[in-house]
T-cell receptor, first 113, second 115 residues
Framework: LAKTTQPISMDSYEGQEVNITCSHN???????ITWYQQFPSQGPRFIIQ???TKVTNEVASLFIPADRKSSTLSLPRVSLSDTAVYYC??????????????FGKGTKLSVKP | NAGVMQNPRHLVRRRGQEARLRCSPM?????VYWYRQLPEEGLKFMVY????????ESGMPKERFSAEFPKEGPSILRIQQVVRGDSAAYFC?????????????FGEGSWLTVV
């Protein structure tokens, strides 16, 4: 499973756009990139998943360059409630080791008023 | 998240007792996963189960820990003779059968405190 590297923490202010970049140099052809959000005392919540280029949903956008060795989670106009830990994961979804996701320590995003 | 149900949310056990954590997957999901999270740490994979079958238990401690997902009823993570180091949050997740690009959905967790 590809190892990921992301900043330990980030600070932002309400209304700003936040971009969290994750490095995954050893990503394999069958790997997808998935981001989860976790609030204190809660389970991780799926945010977005992508394979290449750009994916957008109602919560965030995910940018993946052509070489797929990194990805950037973009949160538009953050609010205080976006303060959480954000995990970047890379895993295969071809029936092999699915479910054995490797969570790092994530990026602790603090949004200030 | 709301679809994966875990109970109890909080459990206190004395050293040496047994802890049983239950997980009901989301409707339509037949695959269950258990993760453990220590304070200030990321989640660590423990085990992956389908109905009546353990698929991957590479993250389970060799002793005192067991998991099952019976044909009927919830998945259960069982910890025998608990020790203080077992104090952690235990998260269950579920997914439908493997299809390329699937993700897994987590429950709210069960917090085990060993005193």
């Amino acid at each position: 499973l590809a190892k990921t590297t992301q900043p330990i923490s980030m600070d932002s202010y309400e209304g700003q756009e936040v971009n969290i970049t994750c490095s995954h140099n050893n990503i394999a052809t069958n790997d997808y990139i998935t981001w989860y959000q976790q609030f204190p005392s809660q389970g991780p919540r799926f945010i977005i998943q992508g394979y290449k280029t750009k994916v957008t949903n109602e919560v965030a956008s995910l940018f993946i360059p052509a070489d797929r060795k990194s990805s950037t989670l973009s949160l538009p106009r953050v609010s205080l409630s976006d303060t959480a830990v954000y995990y970047c994961l890379v895993a295969r979804w071809d029936g092999g080791s699915q479910g054995n996701l490797i969570f790092g320590k994530g990026t602790k995003l603090s949004v200030k008023p | 998240n709301a679809g994966v149900m875990q109970n109890p949310r909080h459990l206190v056990r004395r050293r040496g007792q047994e802890a049983r954590l239950r997980c009901s997957p989301m409707k339509g999901h037949s695959h269950v996963y258990w993760y453990r999270q220590l304070p200030e740490e990321g989640l660590k994979f423990m085990v992956y189960l389908q109905k009546e079958n353990i698929i991957d238990e590479s993250g389970m401690p060799k002793e005192r820990f067991s998991a099952e997902f019976p044909k009927e009823g919830p998945s259960i993570l069982r910890i025998q003779q608990v020790v203080r180091g077992d104090s952690a949050a235990y998260f269950c997740a579920s997914s439908p059968p493997r299809i390329s690009g699937n993700t897994i959905y987590f429950g709210e967790g069960s917090w085990l405190t060993v005193v």
